[in-house]
Each structure stands twice: as C-alpha cells, then as structure tokens.
C-alpha cells in the first residue's frame, strides 16, 4: 500500500497574491515555446533553462547536456522534458544532490522547478519523504507532474521565480540564484568529492591585513606631521 503524501499548509507567498501592478523591467521575462519566433530565441530559452536549474554559479562548458539541446532543438522534447533532463543529470545530481542534505536539497528544487520557496518546515519534510522513497527521478517526476507547475508553466515554458517584485514594499524578494557561500565542512567535502580542486601554489590573500595598516598608517602619520608643524611654529 503506497504511503499517501504528507499533507501541509499553504500560506499566503508572494506568488499566491494576484497582483495588479504595471508590467515593467521588474518582472521576469517568460520564455515560452508558444512564443517563438526565431532561432536565436531558441538558444536564450535554453540560456535560461540552464540559468534556472544550475544557477549562474554552476553554468560551465562541462556541464553542457548537448543531446538534450539537440532534441529539444529538433522537437523531440518539450521544455518540460528539458528541464527533467537537467535535473536528472550527473552534473547536478553531483553538485546538488550529493553534497547537501535532503532538506535542502527540497528547498533549492522547489525553488529552481516550482518558482517559489517552500511554505513551511512541513512541506520540506513532505517533499523529503517523497524523496527518500521514490529517489531522485521519481521525486522530480512529482514536482514536474504536479498541478501546481502544470498551471504556471506547463510543458512550454521555462520555470522563473513567480511575482518577485512588490510595488507595496521598498525591496522585493531577492532572487533564488545568489552566488553560493559555503562553510568550511562544504568546502572539505567537494574537496574529497574531487568537485574543487586545491592549486599547487597556495597563494594567500594578505589584502585585508595589508588594508588595514594603511589605515591605521596614514591617521598617524598626519598626527605625526602635524605635532612636528606646530613644534616648528611655536619655537623661536
């Protein structure tokens, strides 16, 4: 008998409140199938799906899926195919999967397929036991073949992160794909994982310390001069 899916609460999120406000520069640019008209529109919607599901911070040439660009070029996959495949991919099942717990690993998937963040601690946990259960594919299969992404993106569109903007606030929501800051446990674990690689010279930044002299020199040296002026003036 299959476990039926945890059940949690929606809240009100950003991208569940209908906005009425003026399309600009602010709002996301969607890239559809349905609204292509050349070739090159082609290539920035691809741009975009790999922007979307790698972020910028992991897009280089290795982890380019050429024959998924070559199928879906040829129209042998739609966009949502495209994105499975991504998703799916050695590239990032070792960047993403492997490195992080299931937890976040949910987060930073909902995120990047779904266009919005998690509702809450109950939902993470829900999206983890569909994990850990049915593994990676079929976890991604549920995300993919939910309601949800069926009503906003469809199978032509490529995700984006939903209603970012608020006319209402001073700031908006900041984007999902922020460069990465990694702790120290991360950082030894893509070292043994072979994901970063240590250069032969260990050259050290010394910068900072360097900077911080300077500023503590230049206010002591203009005390310095100053007190030598004055002693000059005031002797006879």
């Known amino acids: 008998m299959t476990i039926p899916p945890l059940n949690y609460p929606l809240s009100s999120q950003n991208q569940r ?14 890239y559809s199938l349905d609204n292509l008209l050349k070739n090159t529109e082609l290539d920035e ?24 660009e070559s199928q879906l070029r040829a129209g042998q996959l739609t ?48 999206w983890s036991i569909v994990l850990a259960t049915k593994g990676l594919q079929g976890f991604v299969d549920n995300l993919l073949n939910s309601e949800e992404y069926q009503t906003h993106f469809g199978d032509y569109t ?34 043994q994982l072979g994901q970063l690689r240590s250069s ?8 900072a310390s360097v900077y911080r002299k300077v500023l503590f020199l230049v206010p002591a040296t203009s005390v310095a001069m100053l007190v030598v002026t004055l002693i000059l003036v005031a002797s006879p």
Not at 91 to 112: A, G, H, P, W
Not at 200 to 207: E, L, P, T
């Open 17 to 30: 409140v209908k906005g009425f406000e003026i399309p600009g520069d602010e709002q996301p640019k969607i």
């Open 45 to 68: 919607l691809i741009w975009a799906a790999y922007r979307q599901i790698f972020n910028e911070q992991q897009m280089i040439v290795s982890h380019r899926q050429i024959a998924l």
């Open 79 to 126: 966009v949502k195919d495209f994105i499975r495949g991504l998703v799916l991919s050695d590239s990032f099942r070792r960047l993403n999967y492997e490195t992080n717990s299931n937890y976040r690993f949910v987060e930073m998937c909902v995120r990047r397929i779904l266009g919005r963040d998690v509702y809450n601690q109950r939902e993470t946990l829900a």
């Open 158 to 191: 490529v995700p984006y992160q939903r209603r970012r903007i608020l006319p209402q606030r001073l700031r908006g929501e900041l984007p999902f794909a922020r460069m990465a800051r990694y702790d120290s446990n991360h950082l030894d674990l893509l070292y």
């Open 200 to 207: 032969g010279s260990k050259v050290i930044d010394r910068s």
